[in-house]
């Protein structure tokens, strides 16, 4: 019973397209959040909600939008994707926004 | 601000072996303090946390790890190491106001058989 779960694990994709990443916890979470792991394995918050409003937004490029239909829901879309947008993204939640992560396995995002 | 620093970015340590990973962090408010495990193509699992009170802790896998307030620092021990411990290990902070947990850049603990 997967506790968080992020789909697709790989996405291999051309420059200039559109992809989006789906989030879904099971944990009745308040927090969700997006990580950006780079090749270097440096791990760096993207975004965070709590109960579906955004309460985090890094300094992150406008084509990056999160969505949260739901609290067990966050969901990544990238528009016009750029090489430099290659990378492993984590979703993750917590109890609550003072709570430790639980983190989902990770979507490898490659662009070609 | 909050800063983590992990000053080794690899440890190679022979099987049975103690090691020790270090962790320092830089706040000016009281801290929770973290350390995630990340094993190859694999998401980040909690080993163990520092929320307040007694300054061991103890996590899963045998770890453990001792808040030191005056050094400011989280170091990770382990009495003997596996080889199933090869991984990539994560020291991150949350100070208290701010929202967001910040992770340090990881060390990779390399197990020799």
């Known amino acids: 019973d997967t506790a968080v779960s992020q789909t697709p694990k790989y996405l291999v994709t051309q420059m200039g397209n559109d992809k989006s990443i789906k989030c879904e916890q099971n944990l009745g979470h308040d927090t969700m959040y997006w990580y950006k792991q780079d090749s270097k394995k440096f791990l760096k918050i993207m975004f965070s909600?709590?109960?579906?409003?955004?309460?985090i937004n890094e300094t992150v490029p406008n084509r990056f939008s999160p969505k949260s239909p739901d609290k067990a829901h966050l969901n990544l879309h990238i528009n016009s994707l750029e090489l430099g947008d290659s990378a492993v993204y984590f979703c993750?939640?917590?109890?609550?926004?003072?709570?430790?992560?639980?983190f989902g396995q990770g979507t490898r995002l490659t662009v070609v | 601000a909050q800063s983590v620093t992990q000053l080794d970015s690899q440890v190679p340590v022979f099987e049975e072996a103690p090691v020790e990973l270090r962790c320092n962090y830089s706040?000016?408010?009281?801290?929770?303090l973290f350390w995630y495990v990340q094993y190859p193509n694999q998401g980040l699992q909690l080993l163990l946390k520092?929320?307040?009170?007694?300054?061991l802790v103890k996590g899963i896998n045998g770890f453990e790890a001792e808040f030191n307030k005056s050094q400011t620092s989280f170091h990770l021990r382990k009495p003997s190491v596996h080889i199933s411990d090869t991984a990539e290990y994560f020291c991150a902070v949350l100070s208290g106001g701010y929202q967001k947990v910040t992770f340090g850049t990881g060390t990779k603990l390399q197990v020799i058989p």
């Open positions: 993750a939640s917590s109890l609550t926004r003072n709570t430790e992560a639980f």
């Open positions: 909600y709590n109960n579906k409003e955004l309460i």
């Open positions: 706040s000016s408010v009281s801290v929770y």
């Open positions: 520092y929320l307040s009170g007694s300054t």
